[in-house]
């Protein structure tokens, strides 16, 4: 019985960790975010398109991304092509995302 108690627990803890936490892995955001390059530049503080402004992301805060891609996302902040972007992201893959930008340091200009 002390046993089953045991293992359920070890179970419990087990599944409740990364997963429960909205915890970014700045890994998976590296990789997911390959197509942001194509616009935000490498690494993400240079417009690649010179014809219009593409706001620097790399560096800002894990909560400022995270908000700026919900809004996206929600249709609370209009802009077609972010929210195109907004779109194709699960919670997962946005916190992920913010986890990797920043950590790409603020100040690389
Ligand atoms: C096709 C070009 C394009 C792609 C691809 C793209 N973006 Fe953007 N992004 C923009 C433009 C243009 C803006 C400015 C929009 C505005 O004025 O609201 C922007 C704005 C943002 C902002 C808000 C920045 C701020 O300072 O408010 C964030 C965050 C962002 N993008 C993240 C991403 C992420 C993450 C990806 C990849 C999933 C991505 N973008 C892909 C063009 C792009």
Partial sequence: MFKQLLSAAVLAGALMSPAGAEQGDPDRGRVISFTCAGCHGIPFHQ????????????GQTEGYIVAALRAYRSGERRHPTM????????DQDIVDIAAYLAGLGGNSE
């Fill in 47 to 58: 417009n690649v398109y010179p014809t219009y402004s593409v706001p620097r992301i790399g």
């Fill in 83 to 90: 929210q195109a972007q907004g779109n194709t992201l699960s």
